[in-house]
């Protein structure tokens, strides 16, 4: 996961050039997370970075969201789009319900831009809504998430979890991140 941010947000996390220093080591999945007020201007070199994902958030793309998923697909990267916690779901629909639609709703228990913010529970109504009208969407929730919270966004109807602090943080990441995943996978088992 790679955070971008400028003018969305004040501080710039990764850029492009980690992205590909990053794709020399690994086939992994690179979810890049665009914090930014033109996400046209990132879709080139991010895709030549070898971004997996570009998510971008639903406030600053109203006008040309279906432009810019066009030219994410293009660019060969799957396209995501995010929404702050004081932004309404029925924004996400059109994008979702589109002809060139994302493949991907990220929602954010907190506001965006600083890691270590407390987990907003209320944001879960967000993902069941999401879950509910579409069973199939990938679901992502980014914000305060670690072993006291993931099983509310697991139980919601997340099924992509992103998760800094409580993993860098931890003596023992690897753990943290199993016991993500195990909450993920059983609420999925279960529905």
Not at 122 to 135: E, G, H, S
Not at 156 to 167: F, K, M
Request: aromatic share 6%; proline share 7%.
């Amino acid at each position: 996961m790679c955070n971008l941010g400028r003018h969305f947000v004040p501080n710039l996390t990764i850029g492009a050039p980690v992205i590909e220093s990053l794709r020399k080591h690994t086939n992994a999945y690179l979810d890049c997370h665009l914090m930014v007020t033109n996400p046209m201007d990132y879709v080139e070199q991010m895709g030549k970075a070898g971004a997996s994902g570009f998510t971008f958030h639903v406030e600053v793309a109203k006008e040309n969201w279906q432009e810019l998923v066009r030219k994410i697909k293009s660019a060969g990267m799957r396209p995501g789009v995010a929404l702050k916690p004081g932004t309404p779901i029925e924004e996400v629909y059109p994008l979702i319900e589109g002809t060139t639609p994302v493949e991907m709703v990220l929602v954010m228990t907190v506001e965006p831009g600083f890691g270590g913010q407390k987990f907003m529970p209320n944001m879960m109504d967000k993902v069941r809504a999401l879950r509910n009208k579409y069973p199939t969407l990938d679901i992502e929730v980014d914000g305060g998430l670690g072993p006291s919270t993931i099983d509310a966004a697991a139980a919601a109807g997340a099924n992509c979890i992103v998760a800094g602090s409580s993993v860098f943080g931890a003596p023992e990441p690897g753990d943290v991140i199993s016991l993500l995943r195990a909450s993920v996978e059983k609420a999925q088992a279960t529905t």
